[in-house]
C-alpha cells in the first residue's frame, strides 16, 4: 500500500468524515476572513501546542503539495517569521512540531529544531524520527540532549504500523527519557495523496492497546482524534496517559459533523493547538471561537495553556 514518497506530504490534508474514499472531491478555498491584531485581552496564558516549523526549503516543499492537494495556505512564513508572528500577537508559548517523511532526514530536521528553541525561549520544539531508521533511539536520544522536550510523528506521512516493533523503540525511548509523545494517529485528515491509506493503520482501539502497553508513556492525538471523536473522548475518560489537541476541530472548515463540547469531557487533557501557519483562514479563528464558547475560567486557562505546560514540561509562560 506504500506509494513512492516523491512529494513532500503534509499533515492536514483535506477531508470529508464520512468518506473513506479520498476527500478531494471538493475543492478547497481561502477563507478571507477577518483576523485580529492580537489575542483577545480576556484571555489567560495561551499555549499554540500545535505550530509547524520546517526549514524553508521543507516548508515550500509543504507548501507546494498544499497547492496541488490541500488548501491555500494563507501565511507563507519563515519559521522565524512564524514564531515572531505568533508572539508579538499576545500567544505566549509555541509548541514546535516538524515530522520526517523518509528515513535518513531527522537529524537535520532535529538540529534545526534545536537550534531555534535555543534562540527562542517562547518556543518548546519536538524531535522526529522516521520510524524504523537506523540508530532510531540514539538519534531521539541526542535531540533530547540538543533541548528537544518530546516527540512528533504522523502516521498518514510515515505509514507506520502502531503496534510495530519500530514502534516500541519510540515508546520505550519515550518513557526511559521521561518525554511525552505527539502522534497523529487518527484517520482523518485522509488524502488520497498521502502513500498510505490511514484507515488502514489508525484505529483507535489499537491506541488503546498502546496505551495499556505502555501506561508510563504520555501521549497526545491531535485534532481530537479525528474522526473517532467520540472514541477518544471515551478513551481520555478511561486513560491518565491520554490527551487530545484541538487543532482544526474549532474552525468549522473541514467538513465534519464535530465540535468539540469541552463541558462534556475531561477537560484536563484537552489542549489548544492550530496548525499554524498552514491554514486557510485567519491565525486567530479558533481563539475566537473558544471566546465564544463563554466556558469558565477554569476550563479556559487549562484548554489554553495550562494542560500543554503540564504534557510538555514547559516552566512558565511570559506574565499575561
Ligand atoms: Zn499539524
Known amino acids: 500500500m506504500v506509494k513512492s514518497r516523491t512529494?513532500?506530504?503534509?499533515?492536514?490534508s483535506v477531508h470529508g468524515s464520512d468518506?473513506?474514499?479520498?476527500?478531494?472531491?471538493?475543492?478547497?478555498?481561502?477563507?478571507?476572513?477577518?483576523?485580529?491584531?492580537?489575542?483577545?485581552?480576556?484571555?489567560p496564558c495561551i499555549v499554540d501546542a500545535h505550530v509547524h516549523l520546517f526549514p524553508d526549503h521543507i516548508f515550500?516543499?509543504?507548501?507546494?503539495w498544499f497547492d496541488r492537494y490541500g488548501w491555500p495556505i494563507r501565511y507563507r512564513l519563515t519559521s522565524e517569521e512564524i514564531i515572531n508572528f505568533l508572539t508579538t500577537r499576545g500567544v505566549s508559548h509555541i509548541v514546535a512540531l516538524h515530522y520526517a517523511h523518509k528515513p535518513g532526514l531527522a537529524r537535520e530536521l532535529n538540529s534545526y529544531m534545536s537550534k531555534l528553541c535555543s534562540s527562542n525561549p517562547g518556543v518548546t520544539g519536538m524531535a522526529t524520527i522516521f520510524p524504523g531508521e537506523?540508530?532510531?533511539?540514539?538519534?531521539?536520544?541526542?535531540?533530547?540532549?540538543?533541548?528537544?522536550?518530546?516527540?512528533?510523528?504522523?502516521?498518514?506521512?510515515q505509514c507506520f504500523e502502531i503496534l510495530g516493533k519500530p514502534m516500541q523503540e519510540v515508546y520505550e525511548t519515550c518513557i526511559r527519557n521521561n518525554k511525552p509523545l505527539i502522534m497523529h494517529v487518527g484517520r482523518e485528515p485522509?488524502?488520497?495523496?498521502?502513500?498510505?491509506?490511514?484507515?488502514?493503520?489508525?484505529?483507535?482501539?489499537?491506541?488503546?492497546?498502546?496505551?495499556?502497553?505502555h501506561p508510563d508513556l504520555k501521549l497526545c492525538v491531535p485534532h481530537m482524534g479525528a474522526d473517532e471523536f467520540i472514541e477518544y473522548q471515551i478513551l481520555i475518560e478511561k486513560y491518565d496517559n491520554l490527551w487530545l489537541d484541538t487543532t482544526m476541530t474549532l474552525a468549522e472548515y473541514l467538513p465534519m459533523e464535530y465540535f468539540p463540547q469541552f463541558t462534556e469531557m475531561r477537560v484536563d487533557r484537552v489542549m489548544f493547538g492550530t496548525d499554524f501557519p498552514n491554514l486557510p483562514y485567519?491565525?486567530?479563528?479558533?481563539?475566537?471561537?473558544?471566546?465564544?464558547?463563554?466556558?469558565?475560567?477554569?476550563?479556559?486557562?487549562?484548554?489554553l495553556g495550562q494542560n500543554a505546560m503540564e504534557f510538555y514540561g514547559i516552566n512558565s509562560g511570559p506574565d499575561r
Not at 515550500?60 to 507546494?64: D, E, F, R
Not at 540514539?138 to 516527540?151: H, K, N, P, T, Y
Not at 486567530?284 to 484548554?303: F, Q, T
Request: proline share 7%; aromatic share 6%.
Open 7 to 12: 512529494d513532500y506530504p503534509s499533515e492536514t
Open 19 to 43: 468518506s473513506q474514499s479520498g476527500m478531494l472531491e471538493r475543492p478547497f478555498h481561502r477563507l478571507n476572513d477577518p483576523e485580529g491584531d492580537q489575542v483577545p485581552e480576556c484571555l
Open 60 to 64: 515550500s516543499s509543504v507548501w507546494k
Open 134 to 157: 537506523r540508530d532510531a533511539g540514539l538519534i531521539l536520544e541526542d535531540a533530547f540532549q540538543r533541548g528537544l522536550s518530546g516527540v512528533k510523528l504522523h502516521c498518514h506521512v
Open 190 to 213: 485522509k488524502s488520497p495523496a498521502y502513500p498510505c491509506d490511514p484507515y488502514e493503520l489508525c484505529r483507535a482501539d489499537t491506541v488503546e492497546q498502546v496505551l495499556q502497553d
Open 282 to 303: 485567519a491565525w486567530d479563528r479558533e481563539i475566537k471561537r473558544l471566546v465564544e464558547l463563554k466556558l469558565s475560567d477554569d476550563i479556559i486557562v487549562r484548554i
